[in-house]
Structure formats: C-alpha cells, structure tokens
C-alpha cells in the first residue's frame, strides 16, 4: 500500500491519476495515523516552501516524514517535496525538515555566484517545461529502464543543493546545473513531475512501487 501525503500543497490528482493507471493500491490522508501502515510514500506538492512546512507542522505529518524515514521506509519527494526534504530554503527563509542536508537557492542567487552569462542569465524563471536529464554518481533504483536524457516535465524557481554532492543521481541544465533526481538510502527526490512527464515519467512511479 502507498501513502500519499495531503498537505494542502497541490499536485496530488495527477499523482493519483497516475498509481490509478499504474494499477497500485494507494490511500491518501492528511492523518498521520492512517498513513503509518503504508509500505512507502509518496510526499507531492506544488507552491511556497514556507506554506507547505507550516501545513505540515499543523497537521503533525513533519514528525511523521522523520519517523518513517528513521523506519527505514522508501520515501519519494516530488517538486516541493523534493526541496522540502533538505534542511533550509531561500524562500521565505524557511527550515525544513531536514532529511537530507542541503539547501534550496533560487535560480538568480545562483547564476549571480556562479558568473552565468548574459545568455543564462535571460533565461526565464520558473522554469517551466520540459528538459533532459543526463546521470551521474552511480545507479538509482528509480531510473532503472529510463533510458539517460529522457525528458521530464519541470516547474520550479528554486534549485536543490544538497551538501554531498554524491546524492544527486540525475541533473538537467538550466543555466546552472539542476539536480533533479536525488537519492540518500531510502529517500528519493524528482524535482520534475514524474505524474506529469509521459513514459518514462510513469517508468520511475513504476519503479519507485517495486522496490
């Protein structure tokens, strides 16, 4: 059984939508209690860093996330639950929840420190739409079958940065280098929308319920 997390964040629809064809039995809850039982979780979301931990904090799933990731637990975060699962983001200078060290930057803060040209630097932000993604640092369960620079549906203004490079298993370019699959044990992280995101989007779902 898979665990959706509902935080009032978005994004869960389609999530839905895609185990439903995906054939795979799911419950979706904003109850802690009723998402203890769940073989692995899925933590979705769209929107604000600062509004997705406050509804997480009020609705006690924060504590939840830590313990089920203690519990050894296979935890797939998408789009804000992938930046969410490190330790601060730059917007609205929010703490996190910690699970993976890192932090999450905005795209201009980046390109301003990394010297990106005046090409990169018009580049429009959020980025939105569809991009590539190339691997690196070894095999990812979630990628098995996936063949490398698949294309993956992407919308975000905020870039994962976590604190040992070696987690990021896939990253698209974006003016600066956009980890996109990230994985540390049995935390995994999409900053794209697998849901969203055709074939081989549905592929890493599939993956992520056989492991």
Avoid at 55 to 76: M, S, V, W, Y
Avoid at 92 to 106: A, K, M, Q, S
Avoid at 168 to 174: L, N, P, Q, S, T
Wanted: hydrophobic share 40%; with cysteine.
């Amino acid at each position: 059984m898979i665990g959706i997390v509902d935080y009032n964040a978005g994004n869960i629809k389609s999530v839905e939508r895609a185990l439903d064809f995906l054939g795979a039995s799911y419950i979706r809850s904003k109850n802690p209690a009723e998402l203890k039982n769940a073989d692995k979780i899925i933590f979705p979301g769209d929107g604000d860093a600062a509004y997705a931990m406050k509804q997480l904090r009020e609705l006690g799933l924060d504590n939840f996330l830590h313990e089920t990731a203690k519990c050894n637990i296979p935890i797939l975060g998408i789009c804000i639950g992938a930046q969410i699962i490190f330790d601060f983001s730059e917007e609205g200078n929010t703490e996190c929840l910690g699970l993976i060290p890192g932090t999450i930057r905005h795209f201009s803060n980046l390109q301003n420190e990394q010297n990106a040209n005046a090409e990169n630097s018009a580049l429009k932000i959020p980025h939105m739409g569809w991009n590539n993604v190339r691997y690196e640092n070894d095999t990812c369960a979630i990628l098995d079958g996936v063949p490398e620079n698949s294309d993956f549906y992407f919308v975000h203004s905020y870039v994962i940065q976590p604190k040992e490079k070696s987690v990021v298993k896939g990253f698209a370019e974006y003016g600066v280098k956009v980890p996109a699959v990230v994985q540390s044990g049995n935390i995994f992280a999409c900053q794209f929308h697998p849901e969203k995101s055709g074939e081989a989007g549905l592929r890493i779902l599939r993956n992520f319920l056989e492991i």
